[in-house]
C-alpha cells in the first residue's frame, strides 16, 4: 500500500479542527485507512543516515498514512482532506468542470507519427489562474511522485510533465527524434546538452537512473516543443528549465505522455482535480485539443461522469446489514459517490466522479457502503452455511506419494517454478518452440524468463549444486509445471507432475523402473495394455538412444523414463550417468486410488475403515428411533446436536453409514437454532448420492421400532459404560500401570538430535550493495542451535551477484521462517531470502 506522509499541523488546519493521535487514527479506520506511523523528518533522517546527518532537519510531526493502492485520489494533502470532509458531512463533493479558454481558442497539442516507436499518446490540461503556497507547491510535486510511482509504473507507462505557460506558447508538437538531434537545457542545468550527453549524465543521478532504461535504447527520443522550438521535456527523462513551475506560476500547463491512453487519462484527471481547487474558479480545468496521429482530434481532460444502478438488496445481503435503499444512498454519497434512490423498487442511481477510477463494479461501490455503515458497526452472525473442510483430492495423492517415495530411499527436492530458457530447451536438447512454455515478458534476470514446463532441470541443477554428497544421489520432486493451454481463459494451465532421478558411477535405470512400478502398485493400476499401464521403446532427445521408454496409462502417454544423454548430462555439469522418469499423476487421480493409498501410507488424521466391495444403499429411514432418542422429537434432537458440538461425524473422523443412518432418522431440515446438527445435516446430504459407498461402522445407532421392555428410560441408557464396575476399575489400574511402564523406558532411551543442512539464497537490493558487509549481517544472525557454513558469491546478472551460504540447524530450535526473519531484518542490504537446498542430515 502507498504510504502518504502529511505534516500533521498543516493537515488539521486543513480539517478545520484538531485531533489527538487515537482520534485521528480511529477516524482513519473509518474510512478505511490506516495511520501507520507518527514521526518527524528529523527522526527519519537519523534513523535511516544517523544524528549527523539530522542535525539540521525540521522537527514538525508528520503522519505517514497508509492508502490503497488504487485510491489515487488520496495520494496527496488536497484530496485526502476533501475526501474525509465529505466523509464527516462537513462539505459536499464537489463537481468537477472542463471550461473552454476566455479567448475562445484552446491550446493544441500535434503528436506525430514518429512518437509511434516510442511513446504513442499524449494527453494535456491547463489550471488557468492557479494560486501557490510553498506547502502547496511541494503537494503538487510530491504527487506527481507518488503517481509515477503507482500507476505509472515507474513512468514506464504515464510520464507527467508540468510547465509554467507564461514562458512558452502553442501550438505544442510532440514529436521524437535521434538523441544526436535533439538538444536543449533540463531542469536545473546551467548548459545545453544532446540526448545523448544527458544519458551519461544521469546514469550517477540517483534518482533519474532508475528512468534511462525506459528509452535509452530506442533509435528515437520523445521530445516536446513549443511553436518557438523551444523544448518542455523529454519524457520520460527530464523537463526544460526553461518552463519550469515557481512559486509565482500563475498558469500550469500539464501534459502527460504514455504508452497507455486509459492510463494517461487517469493520471491527468487526478492532477488537475486535485489542484484546480487553487485556481480563481475553483474545480475547472481548462481543455486542451490533442491532434492525435491519425489526425482526429480529442479534447482533454475528460472529467467523464458515469452513472450505475444497483439494489439495495444487493448491498445489505453482501454487507450484512438491513438498512433502507435511502440511507444506503446517504452512506454511498459520504464516500464521495453521489447517489439517491430512483423510486423504482429498491433500486440505487450511483455517480461515479473523475476522481473514483478505482470503482469497476458494483462490488466496489458495497464496500464503500460498507466502510460508511462502520465495519465495527456490522453486527456478528453465526454463517448460515456450514461446510465441512477436505482436502484437496490432488493435494492428498501428491502428499501421499511423497511419504512412499521417502521410504523407497529418495530425497524431496523443491526448486523454483520458473527457470532460464536454456534450461528447459537446449541442455536438455529440444528447441524452445516445442516446449509450450510460457514466458515472462519482462525478466528481471536470466534464470527466470519462462515458466517450467518440466521438473527435470531443478533436479539436475539440485545433483550438480550436491556433487560432494557422498552416492548414489537419489531426488525426486513432485510439483506443478505449466504449460500454454488456448482452451483455458487465461492461456495456460497448471498440471501436476512427478520426476524422479538417480545418479551413480552406474546409470541405474532399473532402480528408476522399479520405482515407477511400486508408484505404479500404490495407484493400483495393474501392469497391462489397455486397461492398466506398460511401457514402449520411444526416441526423446533428452534420453540416450535405445534407452528410453514412454509411459502408457490407460491407452494415453503420460510421460518418459529411461536413461539421460550423455550431452544434457554434460550441459548440467554432471561428470556420471544418471537415470529419470517423469510422468503426469493427474490422469491417475480417482477415489480408489487415494483409498489404497491411505492404507498403504496413512496420514496423521487418515484413520483406516474396511471398504467393502459392494453397500447396498438405504431406500429410507426405518425407524426414527436411535440411540440419541427419537428424532422426531425435539428432544432427541437437541442430545444429537450437543453430541455434534465437537464432531464432524458420527463416528469417527470419515462419513460413514452411521451418518448415514442417523441421517435418514431425521424427520426434516433441522432448525437453524441448532446450528451444530444443521452444519452436519448439510454437510453429510452433499454425500448422499454416493451413500452406499461410504464405509460401514461396527456400533449400532438406531434402535429397533419396537425397544425391548426395559425399565430405564432413553435419558438413561449409559451408551460408554461398562456392565461391571470392578472390571472398570481393574482395567483402569492395569492400563496406569503399563503407561507408567512405557514412560520410564522411554525415558532412558538417549535423545536423537534431528539436524539439517540448508543452503541460503541471500539476494541484495543492487549492484551498488556491499556484499561483505551484507554477509558480515547475515553471519551476525546467532541462534542456538544454528552453526553458519561456507559461502560464495554467484553472479545474477546485470552485474548484481547473490550470496550462498550454507549451514546447519537442530530442527528442534530453528526453523527456515526463522532464519528468514532474521536475515532480511538487515533491510539496508538484503532484498530478499530463498532455501536452495534442504537436507537432513
Not at 254 to 280: H, P, Q, R
Not at 547 to 555: Q, S
Amino acid at each position: 500500500m502507498p504510504t502518504v506522509g502529511v505534516k500533521r499541523d498543516l493537515l488539521f488546519k486543513a480539517l478545520g479542527r484538531t485531533y489527538t493521535d487515537e482520534e485521528f487514527d480511529e477516524l482513519c479506520f473509518e474510512f478505511g485507512l490506516e495511520l501507520d506511523e507518527i514521526t518527524s523528518e528529523k527522526e527519519i533522517i537519523s534513523r535511516e543516515q544517523g544524528d549527523v546527518k539530522a542535525a539540521g532537519a525540521s522537527d514538525v510531526i508528520l503522519y505517514k498514512i497508509d492508502v490503497p493502492a488504487n485510491r489515487y485520489d488520496l495520494l496527496c494533502l488536497e484530496g485526502l482532506v476533501r475526501g474525509l470532509q465529505v466523509f464527516k458531512n462537513k462539505m459536499e463533493a464537489p463537481r468537477y468542470k472542463r471550461v473552454s479558454p476566455i479567448s475562445g481558442k484552446p491550446q493544441k497539442l500535434i503528436i506525430t507519427k514518429e512518437t509511434a516507436a516510442v511513446r504513442s499518446y499524449a494527453v494535456a490540461a491547463v489550471l488557468r489562474n492557479i494560486t501557490f503556497t510553498q506547502e502547496r507547491y511541494d503537494s503538487f510535486i510530491e504527487l506527481q511522485e507518488k503517481l509515477h510511482q503507482n500507476i505509472c509504473r515507474k513512468r514506464s507507462l504515464v510520464a507527467i510533465g508540468t510547465h509554467d505557460l507564461n514562458t512558452i506558447s502553442g501550438p505544442f508538437t510532440y514529436t521524437a527524434k535521434p538523441p544526436g538531434d535533439i538538444s536543449f537545457k533540463p531542469l536545473n542545468q546551467t548548459k545545453e546538452y544532446t540526448a545523448t550527453q544527458l544519458m551519461s549524465l544521469y546514469k550517477t543521478d540517483s534518482h533519474l537512473r532508475h528512468y534511462l532504461h525506459i528509452i535509452e535504447d530506442m533509435p528515437v527520443y520523445p521530445i516536446i516543443y513549443d511553436s518557438n522550438g523551444i523544448v518542455l521535456s523529454m519524457p520520460p527523462i527530464i523537463n526544460g528549465d526553461h518552463s519550469k513551475i515557481t512559486l509565482k506560476t500563475k498558469n500550469v500547463f500539464v501534459e502527460c505522455t504514455a504508452t497507455d491512453l486509459t492510463k494517461a487519462k487517469i493520471v491527468l484527471d487526478m492532477m488537475v482535480t486535485m489542484f484546480s481547487e487553487y485556481c480563481s474558479q475553483p474545480f475547472t480545468v481548462e481543455e486542451v485539443e490533442v491532434v492525435n496521429a491519425d489526425g482526429t482530434t480529442s479534447i482533454y481532460p475528460e472529467l467523464a461522469y458515469r452513472k450505475e444502478k444497483l439494489s439495495s438488496k444487493f448491498v445489505n445481503n453482501k454487507v450484512g446489514i438491513n438498512e433502507s435503499t435511502e440511507k444506503i444512498a446517504q452512506l454511498l454519497t459520504r464516500m464521495c459517490l453521489r447517489s439517491q434512490a430512483t423510486g423504482i423498487a429498491d433500486e440505487i442511481e450511483v455517480e461515479i466522479p473523475p476522481t473514483r477510477s478505482d470503482v469497476i463494479h458494483a462490488c466496489d461501490i458495497m464496500e464503500d457502503a460498507a466502510m460508511a455503515f462502520g465495519f465495527n458497526n456490522i453486527t456478528c452472525t453465526t454463517p448460515r452455511t456450514y461446510t465441512i473442510a477436505n482436502q484437496f483430492p490432488l493435494n492428498k495423492l501428491t502428499e501421499l506419494l511423497r511419504h512412499d517415495l521417502a521410504a523407497a530411499g529418495f530425497t524431496e527436492a523443491l526448486n523454483f517454478a520458473l527457470c532460464s530458457k536454456e534450461d528447459i530447451a537446449e541442455k536438455l536438447g529440444k528447441k524452445i518452440t516445442e516446449t509450450r512454455a510460457v514466458h515472462i515478458s519482462n525478466p528481471k534476470t536470466a534464470e527466470f524468463q519462462v515458466a517450467r514446463t518440466t521438473l527435470l532441470p531443478g533436479l539436475l541443477k539440485t545433483i550438480a549444486a550436491n556433487k560432494k554428497m557422498p552416492l548414489p544421489l537419489k531426488l525426486f520432486e513432485i510439483s506443478d509445471v505449466v504449460l500454454k493451454d488456448d482452451t483455458k481463459d487465461v492461456g495456460a494451465r497448471n498440471s501436476r507432475h512427478i520426476c524422479a532421478v538417480y545418479y551413480n558411477k552406474s546409470p541405474g535405470f532399473e532402480v528408476i523402473h522399479g520405482l515407477l512400478d511400486r508408484t505404479m502398485q500404490l495407484l493400483a493400476v495393474k501392469a497391462a495394455r489397455g486397461g492398466g499401464y506398460h511401457i514402449q521403446a520411444a526416441d526423446d532427445s533428452t534420453f540416450f538412444p535405445g534407452r528410453c521408454a514412454e509411459i502408457f496409462v490407460h491407452g494415453k502417454s503420460v510421460g518418459h523414463l529411461g536413461v539421460l544423454h550423455p550431452q544434457v548430462i554434460n550441459n548440467f555439469e554432471l561428470t556420471m550417468p544418471c537415470s529419470a522418469f517423469e510422468m503426469d499423476i493427474e490422469p491417475l487421480l480417482g477415489h480408489t486410488a487415494e483409498t489404497h493409498l491411505t492404507h498403504e501410507v496413512p496420514l496423521q488424521e487418515a484413520i483406516k475403515h474396511k471398504f467393502p466391495a459392494e453397500v447396498k444403499a438405504r431406500q429410507g429411514a426405518t425407524s426414527s428411533k436411535t440411540v440419541f432418542g427419537d428424532l422426531s422429537t425435539p428432544k432427541a434432537l437437541k442430545a444429537l446436536n450437543d453430541f455434534l458440538v465437537d464432531k464432524s461425524y458420527i463416528e469417527g473422523y470419515v462419513a460413514s453409514q452411521a451418518d448415514v443412518a442417523v441421517f435418514e432418522a431425521v424427520v426434516s431440515t433441522p432448525s437453524p437454532t441448532l446450528c451444530h446438527l444443521l452444519r452436519w445435516y448439510n454437510h453429510i446430504k452433499s454425500f448422499y448420492r454416493e451413500r452406499a459407498d461410504l464405509p460401514v461402522v461396527n456400533k449400532q445407532f438406531m434402535l429397533p421400532e419396537t425397544p425391548p421392555t426395559s425399565t430405564n428410560s432413553d435419558e438413561d441408557i449409559d451408551l460408554f459404560g461398562s456392565d461391571n464396575e470392578s472390571d472398570s476399575t481393574e482395567a483402569a489400574r492395569l492400563k496406569e500401570e503399563r503407561l507408567a511402564e512405557y514412560a520410564a523406558k522411554k525415558s532412558k532411551k538417549p535423545t536423537v538430535i534431528a539436524k539439517s543442512s540448508i543452503l541460503l539464497e541471500v539476494k541484495p537490493w543492487d549492484d551498488e550493495t556491499d556484499m561483505v558487509k551484507m554477509e558480515e549481517c547475515v553471519r551476525s544472525v546467532s541462534m542456538d542451535g544454528l552453526l553458519w557454513g561456507q559461502s560464495k558469491l554467484v553472479p545474477v546478472g546485470y552485474g548484481i551477484k547473490k550470496l550462498q551460504i550454507g549451514c546447519v540447524v537442530e530442527d528442534d530450535k530453528v526453523g527456515t521462517d526463522q532464519l528468514e526473519e532474521a536475515i532480511t531484518a538487515f533491510e539496508k542490504y538484503v532484498q530478499s531470502v530463498d532455501v536452495a537446498a534442504f537436507n537432513k542430515i
